[in-house]
């Protein structure tokens, strides 16, 4: 009998593991029933077992510890109370002995219950509260780390954001020195990360007193804004358009500032070229207002002093009268090129090819050459053919062909090309002169400047006008061993229109 007991509480137990695992509706009822049956097994024992009571009142000792194991300290104090209650009562009948002699007489077993009941409930109590608490704890814990995880995302989205930003971004501490830049400032700059921190922000392009104001913006909490050049690590300029503004911690005080900046180099070498091509148009167009009015004197003047120059009442003056005439047709030179710069001048576009342009006039600047006692030398590569006014390209080479004979020193070796860079067809014109000055390059191209004793100053503003019609553009290195003019011609459409009568021939 023993043994089968010990076999049905083992699976008793089992079975109330299994339903708080799987279902907990059902662990009420099922409590009860598991804390009444050890209950119901030691009352029947103790009717049916009458030889030695000490044991049987050790059995009632197992429901107060199904009770306080399975419900806690209450029930097993209250399960201690009912056994208690049955082993007195038992003790009255089998006995005959008054309440207080059977109490007395079960003391001791009483006790062990009470004992049992409160030391295994208050481990059981203590074990729910833990279970609790760790539950709570493990719930915290997820949120937690769900919370972490979501700022972790957060801040990668907008790391990555400054990382991959096409801006220029920038973090400043306080004194105005550098913290951080993001992949972009490298790029631009050249100046690796590691070169760029702890260095101080010096806004270039700006006077001592606008650098004061600009500091005295932003450290007031202001938001600055404008545009800075300065340099990149091999020397270039690059302008930006930059926005600098404070950033507070929670208490509202700053702690850094933060700079984004835009690159924007090429749209200010755009809006330069559309200024010099503004006032080489202006000239040009104003040329045209009066070119008439100026060659028709000038041709009547010019027909008499030939007329004049023959008479041999004048062959004493004849050098007076070819220095005239020269310098008549020197003027009228200064007015072609005048015209030259006109936007709405007439061009005549044809599907031709550069090199037979240049190979048309290797002659003339062969001759050239001799004169100046420099050196030619051609390097036509294979390129496409383009929509050209021949004309005006005979104009643009000879114009850049003899700007470098100039500036070289007698002996010098002046190099013509052409070649393919991508779909684009480059013109090269390279000489071995000392180089073209910072100051001097960025005014090359403006009307009337020129740093030649006797010049015009219109030799580059016609071709660089010239080469705005071609849709093309000009580019320039330069340095101590020389300079090269770089002509790109992007592949165009026809673009034929009928070419405006020649003003001189027509005088």
Known sequence: MSLNLIWLIILLYKLEKHLVQKDGKYLSLFNIIYISFPLLIAITTLFIEKENIFYLKVVFILPVLFAASVMGKTAGIVMSTVCSFFIVVYEMIA???????????????????????????????????????????????NEEIEHRKQTERQNQKLSSVVE????????????????????????????PYDNAIGKELKPGGLASDEFEKFWEVIQSGGVWQGEFCNKKKNGDDYWEFATISPFRNPDGAITNFIKIAEDITERKKVEKEMERLERMHLVGEMAAGIGHE??????????????????????????YFNLMVEELDRANSIITEYLSLAR????????????????????LILADAINFDKNIKFELGDISDLFLDEREMRQLILNLVRNGLEAMSPGGNLTVGTFMDGDEVVLSVQDQGPGIEPDVLDKIGDPFFTTKENGTGLGLSVCYSIVARHNAAINVKTGPTGTTFFVAFKPGCDNETELEPDMNTAN
């Open 95 to 141: 006995k005959g002995m008054y309440f207080f002699q059977a109490f007395e007489s079960s003391l001791i077993m009483i006790s062990i219950m009470y004992i049992v009941g409160w030391f295994v409930g208050v481990l059981i109590d203590n074990n729910v509260q833990y279970q609790e608490q760790l539950k709570e704890n493990i719930l915290s814990l």
């Open 164 to 191: 991959q930003s096409p801006n220029i971004i920038m973090i400043l501490d306080t004194e105005g020195k550098i913290e951080y830049v993001n992949p972009r400032f490298t790029e631009i700059t050249g100046y």
């Open 344 to 363: 709405n001048r007439v061009v005549n576009f044809k599907m031709q090819n550069l090199n037979s342009i240049v190979e048309a006039l290797s002659p």
């Open 294 to 319: 100026i060659r028709n004197p000038m041709t009547t003047v010019r027909g008499f002093l030939q007329m004049l120059q023959r008479k041999d009442e004048y062959i004493k003056h004849r050098g």
